[in-house]
């Protein structure tokens, strides 16, 4: 699996130094705020993933890839672990290198930055959380069908899932209250202020280590449901 | 001996085509050339063998395992061209090598040295910077650096100029010199099969109409040119195709020994080159 993981750095490593630069700029400028950097943080990680896909349609080496010795299981978990080590990269760059050094840098101003600080345990379980729904709904469609087929149908079902999520929002919040919290203070409109004050209350009654277990086992679990999804749809795949 | 392919009643169905029972033999030390109009199936059969699209039933075995329940084991002993080498396109030609030669564990970088040298391949240069020809010796560089058994080329030589190509072919030759090794080579240049092909194998709209060595085919098929007596009842048996022209009639014979025979001197029979049995068995009977 580390030899596919290998292969597929060697092709797209160009496009995530890119990517980590753009992400390393805007975090570090002062007008970040820490949802914006947490947001940011995951579309990194998925435009890394992406890349893997769309190099690989437009070199079309799908063919010579599919004729090396390798089970067709084996591509397919080595793109997941591809996924979760994109994820982790992009969560240490941003929470662990790229916040820590726009506060360092911007210490002596008068601007205020995204900081270490401001960096709570819910934004960290928002980006591994949205990191991992984006990967887990698109890795299926793109080992079932082709890039251009599978990134429509992944567009067509996060749209989807999308309007329902703020449908469910729009009908729940008429008779579940959930407690307000410290970032109603931020921008109240923002319709993922709902799932933040969900993660606020759940950290508050779980503790800092069982919540982040939490978030991180409820990762696992979603992508092995998708690792059976795409090992399913991988076999019957045609090139 | 085991064969180093062996296909039985292999099926394949798409909409508005098939693969119908498609069953040959590729014995060791030997080049089989796998010819046929464009459409025909060439391609599905190979990608079949690949197990890059699932055959719907039949058997394929390589050196007599199955490609699917061994199909690492199997894949690792062969080596793939195709047609328009599918690479990195960004990547210099040392780092795609880099990336491909783990897979192999029999991969030979000393091999592989000798090759890109003999084909004055630029490591340094990106893959996209290449000519066709150019791409195609770098992918049979690949294909050839990890000792592969069983060499399958889809339409390696299309588009290729003629120096090319003989240099391409005469690596082929030099390849199965190694009685252990094969190649399966589709193409529709019948003059290169006539170079170097051992056997071949012509399909028509997913049906093999023949899968023989090369020089019985050369040897029992022949085209006959005669006037309209050849269109008689009783000569129609000798014939897979007949063309009516404006001055007279050819046809197709696969056994020019009996045709020569009874027809005498009422008509013209010649050998027959690949070119002429692949025109008169694909277009059938007509009139031209």
Known sequence: MLKICLKDFLAARWVWLTAGTIVVLFVIQPFGNILMVTLFGAILSFAGLLAVFLLEDRNKTEIFFASLPLNRSTIVKARYLLAAALITTAGLLVFGVVLPLGEAILAMTQVRPATVSSARPEFIALFILLSTLLAVLFLPFQHRFDFGRGTVRFGFTAAGIIAVGAGLERVTGRWVKIPATSFDMGNPTLSVMGPLRILENLHTNLGTPLFLAAAVGLCAILFLLALRLSLAGYARREF | ?288
Do not use: C
Not at chain 2, 42 to 48: D, G, Q, R, V
Not at chain 2, 145 to 168: K, Q, Y
């Open chain 2, 1 to 288: 001996m085991t064969n180093a392919l062996e296909i039985r009643n292999l099926r394949k169905t798409y909409k508005g085509f098939a693969l119908k029972d498609v069953s040959f033999d590729l014995p060791q030390g030997t080049i089989m050339g796998l010819v046929g109009p464009n459409g025909a199936g060439k391609t599905t059969i190979i990608k079949s063998i690949l197990n890059i699209v699932r055959r719907d039933a039949g058997e394929i075995l390589i050196y007599g395992q199955d490609n699917r329940s061994e199909e690492k084991a199997v894949k690792t002993r062969i080596g793939f061209v195709h047609e328009t080498p599918g690479l990195v396109e960004d990547a210099p030609l040392k780092n795609i090598a880099a990336a491909v030669a783990p897979f192999y564990p029999s991969w030979d970088a000393g091999l592989f040295k000798r090759l890109v040298g003999e084909f004055e391949l630029p490591l340094e240069k990106k893959f996209k910077k290449l000519s066709h020809g150019m791409k195609m010796k770098f992918a049979l560089s690949l294909a050839l650096a990890h000792d592969a058994d069983l060499l399958i080329l889809d339409e390696p030589t299309s588009g290729l100029d003629p120096v090319f190509r003989r240099e391409f072919l005469a690596r082929l030759s030099a390849f199965i010199q190694d009685e252990g090794k094969a190649v399966l080579f589709s193409t529709h240049i019948t003059t290169d099969l006539e170079r170097i092909a051992d056997f071949i194998t012509l399909i028509r709209d997913g049906e093999i109409m023949f899968s023989a060595p090369k020089d019985d085919i050369l040897g029992s098929w022949a085209v006959v040119k005669g006037g309209p007596e050849l269109l008689r009842d009783d000569y129609r048996g000798l014939f897979r195709g007949i063309r009516k022209r404006d001055f007279g009639v050819q046809a197709l014979t696969d056994n020019a020994a009996e045709t020569r025979r009874r027809l005498g001197r009422e008509a013209v029979v010649e050998n027959a080159g690949l070119e002429d049995i692949m025109f008169y068995l694909t277009k059938g009977n007509g009139h031209a």
